[in-house]
């Protein structure tokens, strides 16, 4: 089965010297938001929505103005291959690009039924494949506003000069489709439609600029990968930013360790040091350093030798904090547990 390493990334360390405790922001895994059979790993992608010659309806302050051919298929393969990296960099599946007859593009896509069985039992037999991820439809629309204002800008000689600025706001609609089949089951394991919008500008000083602005210069990447980012977490396991708080301050050792800590994000050496306190006769310091072990134990993947750790904290002394985090523990166990069944891989 694939292994899977739960070592939460560390993004950066904020200090609260006043509490004397510290913020320490990380990622930490979360399990896809449907539920994908763990046996469907080897998957391939493909986009079935767009040839060279699909268009892009263009509006000018909701009146249509014009139809751009070629920049739908563009951000589809930008969404698919943004897809394609996600799951890679994750391990969830092992993804391959495949190529769809541009002559088998429908021609009302979001009315289309799925793929039949037969079919999709060829491609994967023809990929080595278990299961495909399809961009079956896709819909891209601009809507652009023209508006008037009195700027500033520097003649030759560097001195100001007022001039009229004319900017030309243009929002892109993006809305896909998607299906994710399953060989093993002759299955559509999942269906999925949503909408995405962003808002662009560029900037004109003539009317004529601001009258010449091509659709296609506008950097549309972005929505490409928020379609695929959000379908990445749809159906894969993927990393969520938060954070954790330790104790820095309780003797010289501590405020050492968090230092260091803040400069190598060794965890493991931390949780050593910190281990040396857990005797402490001083019960304030005994129970930061068993909390502190509980963080690091988590911050090292392993959320249930946490847990005990925080619970001989909680036996030294019962605070809010402590409780807080237990119920944040219990749930990262969990998680955990979900996250390893959607990877087929059952142990901890």
């Given at each position: 089965m694939?292994?899977?390493?739960?070592?939460?990334?560390?993004?950066?360390?904020?200090?609260?010297?006043?509490?004397?405790?510290?913020?320490y922001?990380?990622?930490?895994?979360?399990?896809s938001k449907?539920?994908?059979?763990?046996?469907?790993?080897?998957?391939?992608?493909?986009?079935?929505?767009?040839?060279?010659?699909?268009?892009?309806?263009?509006?000018?302050?909701?009146?249509?103005?014009?139809?751009?051919?070629?920049?739908?298929?563009?951000?589809a393969?930008?969404?698919?291959?943004?897809?394609?990296?996600?799951?890679?960099?994750?391990?969830?599946?092992?993804?391959?690009?495949?190529?769809?007859p541009?002559?088998?593009?429908?021609n009302?896509?979001?009315?289309?039924?799925?793929?039949?069985?037969?079919?999709?039992?060829?491609?994967?037999?023809?990929?080595?494949?278990?299961?495909?991820i399809?961009?079956?439809?896709?819909?891209?629309?601009i809507?652009?506003?023209?508006?008037?204002?009195?700027?500033?800008?520097?003649?030759?000689?560097?001195m100001?000069?007022?001039?009229?600025?004319?900017?030309s706001?243009?929002?892109?609609?993006?809305?896909?489709?998607?299906?994710?089949?399953?060989?093993l089951?002759?299955?559509?394991?999942?269906s999925?439609?949503?909408t995405?919008?962003?808002?662009?500008?560029?900037?004109?000083?003539?009317?004529?600029?601001?009258?010449?602005?091509?659709?296609?210069?506008?950097?549309?990447?972005?929505?490409?990968?928020?379609?695929?980012?959000?379908?990445?977490?749809?159906?894969?396991?993927y990393?969520?930013?938060?954070?954790?708080?330790?104790?820095?301050?309780?003797s010289?050792?501590?405020y050492?360790?968090?230092?260091?800590?803040?400069?190598?994000?060794?965890w493991?050496?931390?949780?050593?040091?910190?281990?040396?306190?857990?005797?402490?006769?001083?019960?304030?310091?005994?129970?930061?350093?068993?909390?502190?072990?509980?963080?690091?134990s988590?911050?090292?993947?392993?959320?249930?030798?946490?847990?005990?750790?925080l619970?001989?904290a909680?036996?030294?002394?019962?605070?809010?904090?402590?409780?807080?985090?237990?119920?944040?523990?219990?749930?990262?166990?969990?998680?955990?547990?979900?996250?390893n069944?959607?990877?087929?891989?059952l142990?901890?």
């Amino acid at each position: 089965m694939r292994s899977f390493l739960f070592y939460c990334t560390a993004l950066a360390v904020l200090f609260l010297q006043g509490c004397g405790t510290a913020y320490y922001y990380a990622e930490f895994i979360h399990p896809s938001k449907t539920y994908i059979p763990a046996k469907i790993y080897h998957v391939g992608l493909l986009d079935k929505a767009t040839t060279a010659t699909t268009k892009a309806a263009v509006f000018t302050s909701g009146i249509p103005y014009e139809s751009v051919s070629g920049l739908p298929q563009i951000v589809a393969h930008k969404t698919i291959s943004d897809l394609k990296e996600q799951l890679a960099e994750i391990g969830r599946y092992n993804p391959l690009l495949i190529t769809w007859p541009q002559d088998s593009v429908s021609n009302k896509p979001f009315s289309q039924p799925a793929m039949n069985p037969t079919i999709v039992d060829s491609l994967c037999q023809a990929y080595g494949i278990n299961g495909l991820i399809v961009l079956e439809a896709i819909e891209l629309t601009i809507n652009t506003r023209g508006s008037v204002e009195v700027g500033t800008v520097a003649d030759p000689a560097g001195m100001p000069v007022r001039v009229p600025e004319f900017t030309s706001q243009s929002q892109v609609n993006y809305t896909v489709l998607w299906r994710f089949y399953d060989n093993l089951h002759s299955a559509t394991a999942d269906s999925f439609q949503e909408t995405y919008q962003l808002s662009f500008t560029k900037v004109a000083y003539t009317q004529e600029e601001a009258a010449n602005t091509d659709p296609k210069d506008m950097n549309l990447s972005d929505v490409a990968n928020l379609a695929a980012h959000d379908y990445f977490q749809r159906i894969s396991p993927y990393w969520k930013e938060d954070f954790r708080v330790y104790y820095q301050t309780g003797s010289p050792a501590f405020y050492r360790i968090g230092q260091n800590l803040d400069y190598d994000g060794n965890w493991e050496v931390a949780a050593i040091e910190w281990e040396k306190f857990t005797e402490s006769a001083e019960r304030s310091l005994a129970y930061k350093a068993h909390y502190n072990l509980a963080v690091a134990s988590e911050m090292m993947g392993n959320p249930r030798q946490a847990k005990i750790s925080l619970e001989q904290a909680l036996e030294i002394k019962q605070t809010r904090q402590a409780k807080t985090y237990l119920e944040k523990l219990k749930k990262q166990i969990l998680i955990y547990d979900v996250v390893n069944a959607q990877l087929g891989n059952l142990k901890n």
